[in-house]
């Protein structure tokens, strides 16, 4: 049967970046893939991660920076990009900020997405 999800979970991360989880670990209990709308700011960054989980980036408004070990692709509204478990990776939004949806497969969770501390 068809489940309706009414209301994203809001889940707080530094920074003011916005994380509206639909499905998930938090919103669903699914273990096998995340879907959260994302908001975030000028100029925001987080630090470098290198995931246990496949993640897709569609871009709805502004740009999403994403450097790796090869460089860094610059991704705007319309566009998407899909990054692979293992790959050391790094998402920053330029002047403009950036609206997008992200789809990790399985789900997203603090304990699989490998973020860096500052200085590694």
């Known amino acids: 049967m068809p489940q309706l999800i009414t209301t994203p979970t809001t889940i707080p ?3 003011g970046k916005v994380i ?3 499905v998930g670990r938090v919103n669903t209990g ?3 893939v995340s879907v959260a709308h994302m908001r975030a700011p000028a100029d925001w960054t987080e630090p470098f991660q ?3 989980f496949d993640e897709i980036t569609l871009v709805l408004a502004g740009a999403v920076l994403l450097d790796h070990d090869g460089g ?4 705007e509204a319309g ?3 899909v990054t692979r478990a293992g790959e050391r990776i790094r998402y920053s939004t330029g ?3 950036a609206e997008y949806v992200a789809v990790c497969l399985p789900a997203f969770s ?3 997405v490998g973020r860096e501390e500052e200085g590694e």
């Open 13 to 15: 991360v530094p920074g």
């Open 50 to 52: 290198t995931p246990q």
């Open 30 to 32: 699914s273990e096998a």
């Open 95 to 97: 002047p403009e900020g």
């Open 79 to 81: 566009q998407s990009v």
């Open 20 to 22: 509206d989880e639909h």
């Open 72 to 75: 860094r692709l610059r991704v």
């Open 110 to 112: 603090p304990e699989t």
